[in-house]
Every structure is written in C-alpha cells, then in structure tokens.
C-alpha cells in the first residue's frame, strides 16, 4: 500500500505542476481533474474512502462543471471553435489519460488487495459527523466560501457578456416608431 501512496502521490505533484505550466484552460483542466484524481487515491490509500469519495464528487464533479460552465458563458467566436476542433488531436489528451491510467491501475491493486490497513489512532468518521462538523462549528467558513463561489460566477459573467447593448423587442418598436 506504501508504493501506491507514492505513486499517487507522484502523479497528483505531476499533473498539479501541469496545471500551472499550462496556458489553455481546457489543457489545464483536463490535468486538474487527474490531480484530484490522484489525492482522491491517496485519501483512500490512507484510510479514508469517504474523504476520497468527496474528493471526487465535489472537486472533480462539481468544481470542474462549474468551470465549463464560466467558460460556455464567455460566448466563443467562430475561431475559437474552430481552434478547440484542433485540441482534439491525440497529442492534447494523451498526456492526462496516460496519467489516468496509472491512477486507475493502482486503484485497481488496491481494491483487489483489500481494505487499506486502518492507523489505530484514527477514528472512521461518517457523513453524519462530517455534515454536523460543516453545518456546525464551521457554517461561517462553508457559507463564506458559497458566497466567493458566487462572486466569482458574477464576475465571470460580466467579465465574458457581450458589449452590444440589448434593447427588449418592445422598445425597439417604440424607438422605430419615433
């Protein structure tokens, strides 16, 4: 279990510094979802598939759609479709699947090996703590943290609409008018 930590581990550092290097965002974010990949699978090398499933579920699902969804809203031109048609291209995406396939091959050994083994100081912690703890002691960090989100969805979206003012179609019917 050791070698797939290290592994894991290899391989979130890896794809993490290629997130960075990065200059297209469709590039950076194919290489974000293998890094949250990779510490879902050291979460779950380390004792802790429940933190491992949200690591999933929140980053690589819910965070990474929220993205697309800012990039679709900043309306592309022709050109940029036409370029996009171009990252299609092998060369693009066999870098974050080669990276896929190892953590998935190690996910594989460590499902087939058994149930990681469990420190004896660690105490397993369900949803219904995890839930109280967020809702509880820290509601003011999970609420502020809803509202940077939102922010930044706003922001997003001014900073990608279209300059040309849009007049409803019964204002331009008075404007003709007159």
Avoid at 82 to 90: G, V
Wanted: proline share 3%.
């Amino acid at each position: 279990m050791e070698l797939t930590f290290y592994i894991a581990a290899a391989v979130a550092v890896l794809s993490t510094i290629m997130v960075i290097t990065r200059y297209n965002i469709i590039h950076a974010l194919l290489y974000l979802v293998v890094s949250f990949l990779a510490v879902a699978t050291v979460f779950f090398t380390m004792g802790a598939p429940f933190m491992a499933a949200l690591e999933i579920i929140i980053y690589a699902g819910a965070i990474v759609v929220l993205i697309i969804f800012v990039i679709m809203m900043l309306n592309l031109t022709q050109e940029d479709v036409q370029q996009e048609k171009e990252w299609l291209k092998p060369s693009i995406w066999v870098g974050p699947a080669i990276l896929s396939a190892v953590l998935l091959a190690e996910l594989v050994y460590v499902v087939a090996a058994g149930t990681p083994p469990q420190p004896e100081a660690v105490v397993a912690v369900d949803a219904r703590l995890v839930g109280l703890s967020l809702f509880g002691s820290y509601i003011l960090g999970v609420q502020l943290s809803g509202i940077l989100l939102t922010a930044g969805i706003v922001g997003a979206y001014h900073l990608g609409r279209q300059k040309k003012k849009v007049i409803h179609r019964f204002l331009q019917e008075r404007s003709a008018a007159a």
